[in-house]
Every structure is written in structure tokens, then in C-alpha cells.
């Protein structure tokens, strides 16, 4: 069963520009210490020159340039600066709604991944400053996909993909310049519509002793309502949560998996149609996942996005809102502040 672009993913906004200063300054805010009040950091309104709705923007390793991704099948990178934007690159290859756009690693080189409505996952390489080429296009999925979520760095250079056909597919660059393909079947049988890379440093690492091998665990939220958990172990993917993670209502929008920093706890966000945010957590490796209601926002959640350190979250919703919540010492979270369009 497929599902169409209209409902797939919805036009976040009306306007491109006003989207991108709010999503800009989530990420200022990400990057703030917390108490900084809106006032204190004045946002600046970008003009994207797209022609149509803008469904995401990424801000690169540096702060230095924005990807964004737009129904008018076009990805722009533009250069910002702390007042000032200006437009760098238009990469023209996919032939329906962009959705998603995801920076590689700097170590890689100059690596984007975008994917589509025409069911087509590109990275794109910078050779020349601001000349984009197709490093690899990628078009085995049978349906729009969804997102796309580059691995930490130390696990090499991998791209999870989530797929209105259900599947997730995994590819990981060779030394030779190809690449190899693994994927997990019918993930969400009904749809993908959202993946998130764990941390690769083991949970409890930080406090225990001896060395870990990374972690190559995988999020996914689908059109079936769950959030479920996925392992790399003995060359291939195995389902890590049972039963799969069932307290939204509706389908889930975004998910996203915590930094933790060696510590033995484990936490993912998730939003839903349903309007609400829920934060999962596992207390150690091998526990049980228990989810919390963040909060009930009366309209879908669109998106959830950590800090560098994973102790504020990011909530964009249907209402034009971006909000910011922290964990109290009590385990209870309180909202910090908003993010003013």
C-alpha cells in the first residue's frame, strides 16, 4: 500500500522563507546555552528562491550554509552568515518533491544526501566550490522516500533511507568509491516515514570499563503508528524492541535518538499526527523501553530535533510553533522557551 504525496508528507508551509528563519533559529537555540531569551538573538528571514513549498532545511557542519528541499523538485545551498544569506547552488536531478536533505560528515568531503516523491535517494558531491555533481544515485525503492539520516562518522559513510514501500535500505560507501546495499524489509509495512541513527558510542560506555565496539543501531517511525528499534549484529538487521513502540494514535512524523554521551541511559523523541511528542527511554542496554507523553499540542508535530548534547528538544508543529523542553532533575519536562516565527 502506497500513500500519496499529499498525506506522505504534508505542506508544512505556506511560505519558504518564513519556515526557514524559524528552523535557522532552532538551531541557533540548539547551539545557545539554555535561558537565552529570543530577544537576545534577533532571526533572520531568508529568501530561498523557491518556487514552491519548502519541506526542509539543514544547516552544514559549520554553520555556514543551508540545504533546503522543496516541492519544486529543486534542493539551494545558501551561505549564511550572522546578517546576511546568499544563494550559492540550485541542484536540479529529481523529478518529484524533494523532502528531505541530510549533510554528510566534513571528514567525507563535501557530501549531501536528498530524497524524493520519485523514489530516488541522490548524494551529491561538491567538486569545485559550489559544483554540485551526482556522486551516486540510489532508486531501488518502489515508492516515494520518505527520509534519509546519515550514520555517526565513526561508523563510515552510511545513509539510512525510509520508503513509502515500507522498507528501510542502508548503504555504506566502499573504498573503491561503490557501494553496498543492505535493508530492512517491510520495516512499516504500510510506510517508512522517518529514521534516526543512534549514537555509535555504547550506552554506558562512559561509565564502564574496557573498550566497546561502536553501536549500529537504527529508529524508524512508520504510517502504522510505531516507533521501532533496529541492531546491526552478524551482517544483518534485527528488530531490537519487543514489542514494537505503540502509544501514538496516528502516524508517526519524526524520530529522533538522543546524543547520550557514554551514559547508560538510552532516549528517542517521537511526533505523530496524533499532536503529541513522546520520549522513550531505556534505563541500560538490554532494558525495556518505557514512553512518557512530552506534551499534547493540539495539532500534528511535524518535527523533533536534539541539541549537540541531548538534553534540550526541539518540537516544530502544525501551528506554526517551534518550542523548546528540557528534563527536569524530578524527570519531568518543562518547556523553555519558544521560538517566535
Known amino acids: 500500500m502506497h500513500v500519496s504525496a499529499s498525506r506522505q508528507r504534508h ?12 528552523q535557522e533559529r532552532r538551531q541557533e537555540y540548539l547551539f545557545s546555552p539554555v535561558g537565552i531569551k529570543s530577544e537576545d538573538m534577533p532571526g533572520q528571514k531568508i529568501e530561498t528562491g523557491h518556487q514552491d513549498v519548502v519541506h526542509d532545511v539543514q544547516m ?6 543551508l540545504a533546503t528541499a522543496s516541492s519544486d523538485n529543486t534542493i539551494k545551498i545558501i551561505g549564511v552568515s550572522s546578517s546576511s544569506s546568499q544563494p550559492l547552488a540550485t541542484l536540479v536531478g529529481h523529478q518529484g518533491p524533494v523532502w528531505q536533505v541530510a549533510w554528510a ?9 536528498s530524497c524524493s516523491y520519485d523514489g530516488k535517494v541522490i548524494i551529491w558531491k561538491e567538486g569545485n566550490q559550489n559544483e554540485w555533481v551526482q556522486a551516486y544515485l540510489f532508486d531501488e525503492h518502489k515508492a516515494s522516500v520518505n527520509s534519509v539520516c546519515w550514520a555517526p562518522h565513526e561508523l563510515g ?4 533511507c525510509g520508503s513509502s514501500d515500507g522498507n528501510i535500505s542502508v548503504l555504506t560507501a566502499r573504498s573503491d568509491g561503490g557501494w553496498d546495499k543492505s535493508r530492512i524489509e517491510q520495516a512499516h509495512p504500510i510506510g517508512v516515514t522517518s529514521v534516526s541513527w543512534a549514537p555509535s558510542t555504547a550506552p554506558g560506555a562512559l561509565v564502564g570499563s574496557g573498550l566497546l565496539d561502536p553501536v549500529q543501531k537504527l529508529s524508524s517511525g512508520g504510517c502504522d503508528n510505531t516507533v521501532k528499534v533496529w541492531k546491526f549484529e552478524n551482517g544483518t538487521w534485527r528488530m531490537d524492541c519487543f514489542p514494537a513502540l505503540h502509544m501514538h494514535t496516528d502516524w508517526v512524523r519524526d524520530v529522533a535518538w538522543a546524543p547520550n554521551l557514554g551514559l547508560p541511559k538510552s532516549t528517542i523523541a517521537s511526533c505523530s499526527q496524533d499532536g503529541k511528542v513522546i520520549i522513550w527511554t531505556a534505563l541500560k542496554e538490554g532494558d525495556q523501553w518505557n514512553g512518557k507523553v512530552l506534551a499534547d499540542f493540539g495539532a500534528p ?25 528540557k528534563e527536569a532533575v524530578d524527570g519531568e519536562w518543562q518547556q523553555v522557551t519558544t521560538v517566535d516565527p
Open 60 to 65: 552544514d557542519y559549520y554553520g555556514k550554509r
Open 301 to 325: 508535530v511535524w518535527r523533533v530535533s536534539w541539541s549537540l548534547t541531548g538534553n534540550i528538544l526541539a518540537v516544530a508543529d502544525g501551528k506554526n510553533n517551534v518550542t523548546l523542553w
Open 157 to 160: 559513510l552510511t545513509l539510512a
Open 11 to 22: 505542506e508544512e508551509v505556506e511560505e519558504g522563507s518564513v519556515y526557514l528563519r524559524i
Open 105 to 113: 560528515h566534513p571528514k567525507f568531503g563535501s557530501l549531501l544526501a
